[in-house]
């Protein structure tokens, strides 16, 4: 069974930085396509960065692309969302995604959902 389980979230000002992780038990992150999405209230699904595994590609979404990073640590089964010069917009439920069907940034094509972690970002 695979497990996804997020840490990191909360409150920040506007300008300020914050990295969620996200570990992967059960499975590794190097077999399968990868992605990180957010929910706002009242708005859908966004996704915001996603990666194919066959050839290590990877998307940013132009909301937050050149402020937020994806890395992963492999020995860990683990991937951080890096997110910089954050702002009120950002505020959302963050979610990371993983399947071997998954593809670019449709979300029922993702099977393993984390937990979810909200971010508030202040003005």
């Known amino acids: 069974q695979v497990q996804l389980v997020e840490s990191g979230g909360g409150s920040v000002q506007s300008g300020e930085s914050m990295t969620m992780s996200c570990e992967a038990s059960?499975?590794?992150?190097?077999?399968?396509?990868l992605a990180w999405f957010r929910q706002a209230p009242g708005k859908e699904r966004e996704g915001i960065w996603c990666?194919?595994?066959?050839?290590?590609?990877?998307l940013y979404s132009d909301s937050v692309k050149g402020r937020f990073t994806m890395t992963k640590d492999k020995a860990k089964n683990t991937m951080y969302l890096q997110m910089n010069m954050l702002k009120p917009e950002d505020s959302a439920e963050y979610f990371c995604a993983a399947g071997p069907w998954g593809h670019g940034f449709y979300g029922p094509s993702y099977d393993y959902w984390s937990q979810g972690t909200r971010i508030t970002v202040s003005s």
């Open positions: 990666s194919r595994n066959n050839d290590g590609r990877e």
């Open positions: 059960g499975s590794s992150f190097d077999q399968w396509p």
